[in-house]
């Protein structure tokens, strides 16, 4: 049985039209992908090849001309499915004169979580993505890019989404902010079962975090698949090892010469810049040096996916195990009764915040998808945070 892929689309095509309607630009044209559960998606391109185009369309920010698009299941203006969405945009859309706090706050607040929970979650995702208690303090107009990147990546992640739509999310961070948001991507994907789709510019990223890949010129996919699929050069081997004397490789080389007519070139690998600069800003972190920018960090938030560890657990405890045949045939021991007390307990992971009126928390388990839907939010903020005109607007 196939599984249902999180996000579908099938013959997308996007054409923006000017004020009179006349075709202007065909941005996206007949594009077929899907990305399956847990999967981490790459969507490359060059400059203005469709990528933030479709993904507005899969936010169900924008119309599509044509072609189908669904997000777990359902089309993507529905409410149940924005609700398990967490987006970064392209830009930083954040109030200038909010704080991280405040700006996290406000978007916790428009997933109607309650005000303990905000303040946890806020906590643990200011330590996520590096913002000390100071910067956290200062308006988000102030911050410089990179800071104002990791406050995006806070805010997508405030309602713990199933699936996590970044577009160039390592855009304007330094090396040690795009090595902190690149480890969150892995952990996230694997540890906390998400899907993600991202898109980027920066290829070495892309390699290292994501599973497949499409890559889109013209708003056409140029190619598609794994990341060992489209990297595989077949044409050339490598061969790796510690260092050999010179007499050595002129050896190997004459092997190969004489066995295949072939020349063979040597070369030292040499390191990634990316792990000196790593060292040497965790050695001046270490050695205390005074900076006004982001800290030193990667500590996952851990209220993500706690709801779905809490109910692998619970899949497992109630799992019923088929009859045996006939008695004395099988030797497997009867499942276990699981105490009321246990499973009450285990589904309270992550509601155990001090209720806003100060009462005692809750072990009420969280309300299944359908029950903890946001209400739709105002369509003027949506266009606002997107950039775009509203949907059903002059655009589509
Ligand atoms: N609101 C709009 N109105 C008209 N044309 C648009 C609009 N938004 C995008 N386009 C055009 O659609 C094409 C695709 O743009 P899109 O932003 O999707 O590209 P992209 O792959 O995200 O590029 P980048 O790498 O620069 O972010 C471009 O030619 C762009 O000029
Ligand atoms: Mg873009």
């Known amino acids: 049985m196939s599984v249902q892929p999180v996000i579908s689309v099938v013959g997308l095509t996007k054409v923006y039209r000017d004020f009179w309607r006349r075709a202007r630009v065909r941005a996206v044209n007949n594009l077929d992908l899907e990305v399956r559960p ?19 369309i899969i936010l169900g920010l924008l119309n599509p ?37 405040e700006t996290l706050d406000y978007y916790g607040t428009l997933f109607q979580l309650p005000r303990g929970e905000r303040r ?15 910067a956290a303090r200062r ?54 079962k998400k899907t993600i789709l991202l898109s980027s510019h920066l290829l070495a990223d892309v390699e290292e975090v994501c599973h497949r890949v499409v890559i889109l010129y013209g708003g056409r ?5 794994t990341m060992e699929q489209v990297l595989a050069r077949n044409e050339q081997v490598q061969l790796t090892g510690e260092r050999l004397s010179p007499q050595t ?60 560890q809490g109910r692998e657990v619970i899949e497992q405890l109630v799992r019923v195990e088929p009859e045996p045949a006939a008695a004395g045939e099988s030797e497997t021991p009867a499942p276990a009764p699981v105490a009321e007390a246990v499973l009450a307990e285990l589904t309270a992971a992550g509601q155990t915040a001090p209720r806003p009126d100060g009462q005692p928390a809750t072990t009420e388990a969280r309300k299944p998808d359908a029950a903890r ?3 739709e939010p105002d369509r003027s903020l949506l266009s606002e945070l997107s950039g775009e005109e509203p949907r059903g607007g002059g655009s589509s």
């Open 38 to 56: 847990g999967e981490i998606f790459g969507l490359l391109g060059p400059n203005g090849s469709g990528k933030s185009t479709t993904i507005k």
């Open 65 to 101: 001309t044509r072609g189908r698009v669904t997000v777990f299941g359902r089309p993507p203006d529905d409410v149940r499915v924005k609700s398990r969405i967490g987006y970064l945009p392209e830009e930083s859309y954040l109030y200038r004169f909010l704080n991280a706090r």
């Open 120 to 134: 946890r979650r806020m906590a643990q995702l200011l330590d996520m993505v590096g913002l000390p208690r100071h």
């Open 139 to 192: 308006p988000v107009g102030e911050y410089s890019k990179g800071m104002a990147r990791r406050i995006g990546l806070a805010q997508a992640l405030i309602n713990d989404p199933d699936l996590l739509i970044l577009d160039e999310p390592t855009s304007g961070l330094d090396p040690l902010g795009a090595k902190l948001v690149k480890d969150a991507i892995v952990r996230i994907g694997q540890e906390f």
């Open 221 to 225: 996919i140029q190619t598609s698949g």
């Open 249 to 308: 490789i002129n050896e190997i080389q004459n092997l190969v010469r004489q066995r295949e007519g072939r020349s063979l070139t040597v070369s030292v690998p040499r390191d990634r810049l990316e792990h000196l600069f790593l060292r040497i800003v965790r050695e001046a972190h270490e050695r205390q040096v005074e900076s006004a920018g982001s800290g030193v960090t990667g500590e996952i938030a851990a209220f993500l996916g706690a709801e779905q």
């Open 373 to 375: 839907v946001k209400p």
